[in-house]
């Protein structure tokens, strides 16, 4: 079993930048493929980026890509997601999620995923 604890989230201004992190116990993320969703009011959860710990591949959503950066540490058993030039449609809360053997066509799907997180509220103002 795996239990991911996310932190980081925070409220900022349009065009700040804030760093999530995801940090699992019980195993460790090698192995693993780990993503970030989000989830704003009203809408369903959406593929932020993923990385898989083992070669080190990084994949982003479109809206995403440029401004955000995913990465990790085996070590530290962490992985990070950097958030740059926020927009107020980046407000939403994002989940960490972790799993083994996730083929790269189904790593932007949700329901590809085993463990996940609680989530931390991020909150972009204009």
């Known amino acids: 079993q795996m239990s991911l604890v996310e932190s980081g989230g925070g409220q900022v201004q349009a065009g700040e930048s804030l760093k999530l992190s995801c940090e699992a116990s019980?195993?460790?993320?090698?192995?693993?493929?780990v993503g970030w969703f989000r989830q704003a009011p009203g809408k369903e959860r959406e593929f932020v980026a993923a990385?898989?710990?083992?070669?080190?591949?990084?994949h982003y959503a479109d809206s995403v890509k440029g401004r955000f950066t995913i990465s990790g540490h085996n070590d530290k058993n962490t992985v990070y997601l950097q958030m740059n030039s926020l927009k107020p449609e980046d407000t939403a809360v994002y989940y960490c999620?972790?799993?083994?053997?996730?083929?790269?066509?189904?790593?932007?799907?949700?329901?590809?995923?085993?463990?996940w997180g609680q989530g931390t509220q991020v909150t972009v103002s204009s």
């Open positions: 999620a972790a799993g083994m053997g996730i083929i790269l066509s189904s790593i932007r799907t949700a329901a590809a995923y085993h463990f």
């Open positions: 019980g195993r460790t993320f090698r192995s693993h493929a």
């Open positions: 990385i898989r710990m083992s070669g080190g591949s990084t």
